[in-house]
């Protein structure tokens, strides 16, 4: 370095050379910033490491440990659980238990289809039919830690009720979304095998507060041999590098929902100004470590809007948005602009419903949001969780009215209108007239003297299908390479290419469950190599 800064200051070279040691000297530099300072030797006895602590990186550690394997997980957060102990609507099968006690119509043909429909020409194929053939397996071995998934819906985009989610708990009990009682029970079965690491013996180590920097590769090789991480509890100047060794490393670190500033800006800079449902630590760590390796990135600037976030009356404009669940229009819950209309069949597509919103809603405050009306009855809360629906009473996201003529009052819209709107959507259900915006399901009829449940909702940026490019297998392509990378997996919402363009609502617990269980195997019986 000091030899190369002589000589340039010397200029006695020309700028083409100076150039080329320039892009040599840095690329160096690169290399020798992901590289271990020494060889490690890894072999069958070493463990797995897990990037994530959510559900995909729960069904990983679970599967690889049951597998006989030893296993390191690092999530950064407090605690475990990441995004996936939000989700609400619930997850995906056919074939399950639940369908077949009602004799259920539904085909994995048919599951296939609305994926890759809903996918709009982005899905990779391949993926889809591992996802959708393995959806009923997956369902059973969460029923198999004693997770009630017996109650169904047809969320948006659904030919069949195929969605699983709890039974509501009685009135007395508080209401839990189907995300967080997953993921509770998973993070309790992990607690039972916790070990002392220093006993040598199968287990899974969980560390919390580690924030995984960089991913370590063999020099002049394909071979991923482990992480360097940082403590999150202590002051930022006393973090020092921590090193962990392992025969395989499994990305299970999220999206980049919330990463605003970076990727999102980058991949899609007219969104990142939407409010979004995720957690602040959806920053896309895992998806930028892999590309700094050489990974090959896939449908990053396919992001998708949520058409439903709460809206709080009391801090309208706050970024961060209480996620309102697919299955409250599911049960029956229909959509109303300003004027008290309905505009959009409510069970279409994410992707088309928040087009609609975005076409007829209207601006909250100068500032936004961009808000509709979503509108319950009685019936159609009974059907959903009615505990539910009082905690979002007390978050002051819900308001109830006695009557239509109180609700059109408040917001002041014509009662005409809105009672019109009502008696038409209960023709529809009744057959006797044709929904104009196509509409074919009809959960609930609605009547103008009963009381309606009404919120205030807005498009937020929930979900992102881009990330790194994943074979079947789920291991990680590098694009550097124009192969896979030895010993490096990933599952879950830090991969792309199932979801193609727009998600399937409930297929992304699913993906959670059966990617990270088949490279929870995948890694178990990966046997490393220790030379380039």
Not at 125 to 138: D, Q, R, T
Not at 449 to 468: F, K, N, Q, R
Request: hydrophobic fraction near 40%; charged fraction near 20%.
């Amino acid at each position: 370095k000091q030899w190369y800064q002589r000589r340039v200051r010397g200029h006695s070279m020309n700028p083409v050379r100076v150039f080329v040691i320039s892009i040599l000297i840095a690329y160096a530099l690169y290399h020798q910033m992901n590289t271990p300072e020494s060889t490690p030797v890894v072999n069958e006895s070493s463990p797995i490491i897990i990037v994530g602590g959510g559900l995909a990186g729960l069904s990983a550690a679970l599967t690889a440990f049951h597998e006989g394997k030893t296993v390191w997980l690092l999530e950064k957060e407090a605690r475990l659980g990441g995004n996936s102990a939000k989700a609400s609507s619930g997850i995906n099968g056919v074939g399950s238990n639940a369908q077949r006690s009602v004799n259920s119509l539904d085909t994995l043909e048919s599951f296939f289809g609305d994926t890759i429909r809903s996918g709009g020409g982005g899905c990779n194929e391949e993926l889809v039919h591992i996802l959708v053939n393995n959806s009923a397996n997956a369902i059973q071995w969460l029923e198999n830690f004693n997770i009630d998934l017996s109650v169904l819906s047809k969320n948006g985009g659904h030919s069949h009720a195929r969605t699983h989610r709890a039974r509501a708990p009685p009135p007395d009990k508080p209401a839990v979304n189907i995300g967080f009682e997953i993921t509770s029970k998973l993070i309790n079965e992990v607690s039972k095998y916790a070990v002392d690491p220093s006993l040598g013996k199968p287990g899974i180590h969980v560390i919390t507060n580690a924030k995984v920097e960089k991913l370590l590769i063999l020099p002049d090789s394909a071979n991923v041999v482990g992480v360097a991480w940082k403590n999150l509890t202590l002051k930022e100047e006393e973090r020092k590098e921590e090193i962990l060794f392992g025969k395989a490393v499994i990305l299970a670190s999220g999206g980049y929902a919330a990463d605003t500033t970076g990727l999102l800006k980058k991949y899609v800079p007219h969104l990142a100004g939407l409010p979004t449902t995720n957690g602040n630590w959806a920053k896309g760590d895992g998806v930028i470590m892999a590309e700094k390796i050489g990974a090959k990135l896939t449908l990053m600037d396919q992001v998708q809007i949520h058409p439903t976030g709460f809206v709080d009356p009391s801090n309208p404009t706050n970024p961060t948005k209480f996620l309102v669940p697919e299955a409250l229009r599911g049960v029956g819950g229909i959509l109303l602009d300003k004027n008290g209309e309905r505009f959009v069949d409510e069970l279409n597509l994410r992707s088309e419903v928040s087009d609609k919103i975005f076409a007829r809603g209207f601006n909250l405050t100068e500032a936004g949001p961009v808000c509709v009306y979503l509108v319950l009855n009685n019936e159609a809360v009974e059907a959903f969780q009615p505990s539910a629906l009082k905690f979002y009473k007390s978050k002051g996201f819900i308001t109830e009215y006695k009557n239509a003529e109180e609700f059109a009052k408040t917001i002041n819209v014509d009662l005409g209108t809105l009672q019109s709107t009502l008696i038409t959507y209960n023709e529809c259900k009744s057959g006797e007239k044709k929904d104009t915006f196509g509409k074919t399901t009809f959960p609930v009829s609605f009547h103008p003297e009963a009381p309606l449940h009404v919120i205030l909702v807005t498009p937020s940026i929930h979900y992102t299908m881009g990330g790194v490019q994943i074979d079947g297998n789920g291991e990680v392509f590098s694009e550097k390479l124009g192969g896979n990378f030895k010993g490096l997996y990933a599952c879950g919402e830090v991969s792309g290419g199932v979801h193609g363009n727009n998600r399937l609502a409930g297929n992304s617990l699913l993906e959670c469950v059966v990617f990270g269980t088949k490279v929870g195997k995948n890694a178990a019986d990966y046997v490393p190599l220790n030379k380039p």
